[in-house]
């Protein structure tokens, strides 16, 4: 730990403070985007599992449909077979009630013929159907799967960029804790602990909190900027430093992000 500088004044230990801020916010952000990286996988993933149940269902149904068409195509030919036995023993008949059932026997073959041929092309046209939803769905999941190959290359890489830019981080917070005395870095800590967004020290952003956005009065306003004390917002308790206190105050896109 670096040494406490024996004279500091309200200003520094505020602007020490207001830059441990920011570091630790800076990791918050870090953990945040490590958290959520593994949730986009995790959602490809799902969807890629649903894909992969849908085209296997198709299959499973593509399948049945071709034993349908071949069962059918037996049933025509079985009853092919039974035609012209009929119509070689009608050849041999004493009498015509003899021929008239076995012309009736000749005609529900038929029937069972036409059946099977209706039954035949309404499956087809159910395969066709099937098939194009079959190839609909294996192309999807075949993007998907790129997409989730590439998801999890560029994972990767954040991660182990992220982890070192973390660690970084939290040495430089380790540092910078050192500069900042004990009972104030409590504070700061508690404060910190006490908010999910870890937001202890807040500039004030258009006379409001940067934390709560709590109204401060114009009065309380200035005597934060003259930043002689450390001044809790009333509202939420974070501290208050006046944006001017922020060397970088200006570069609103950076304040933006960080807030
Ligand atoms: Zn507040």
């Given amino acids: 730990m670096a040494q406490v500088k024996d004279i500091v ?5 505020l602007l020490q403070l207001y830059e441990l801020q920011k570091i630790h916010s800076k990791i918050d952000e870090i953990r945040v985007l490590q958290g959520e990286l593994p949730d986009e996988v995790q959602d490809l993933e799902d969807e890629m599992a649903g894909l992969e149940t849908r085209i296997s269902n198709l299959e499973t149904e593509l399948n049945q449909l071709n034993t349908q068409i071949t069962n059918y195509n037996i049933t025509i030919e079985n009853a092919e077979t039974l035609i012209a036995k009929y119509e070689k023993q009608q050849m041999n008949v004493k009498n015509n009630r003899e021929f008239d059932a076995i012309s009736k026997e000749i005609e529900m073959q038929h029937l069972d013929i036409e059946l099977a041929k209706k039954r035949t092309r309404d499956t087809l046209r159910d395969i066709e159907t099937k ?3 079959l190839q609909e769905s294996q192309k999807r999941r075949d993007v998907k799967r790129r997409e989730l190959d590439n998801k999890k ?5 954040i991660i182990t960029e992220t982890a070192k830019e973390e660690q970084e981080l939290v040495h430089k917070a380790a540092e910078q804790m050192g500069h900042i005395k ?3 870095l409590a504070a700061y800590n508690r404060i910190r602990n006490t908010y999910r967004n870890g937001l202890a020290v807040v500039p004030i952003e258009r006379d409001s909190c940067g934390g709560c956005f709590g109204k401060i009065p114009p009065q309380k306003q200035i005597e934060i900027a003259q930043h002689k ?4 917002c009333e509202h939420c308790g974070r501290i208050l430093v006046s ?3 922020d060397p970088e105050y200006g570069d609103v896109e950076h304040d933006e992000e960080l807030l």
Avoid: A, D
Wanted: aromatic share 8%; charged share 45%; net charge negative.
């Fill in 243 to 245: 944006p001017y206190i």
């Fill in 131 to 133: 098939k194009q939803y």
């Fill in 153 to 157: 290359k560029e994972l990767e890489v």
């Fill in 182 to 184: 004990e009972r104030l």
């Fill in 229 to 232: 004390k450390i001044h809790l």
């Fill in 9 to 13: 004044t309200p200003e520094e230990e």
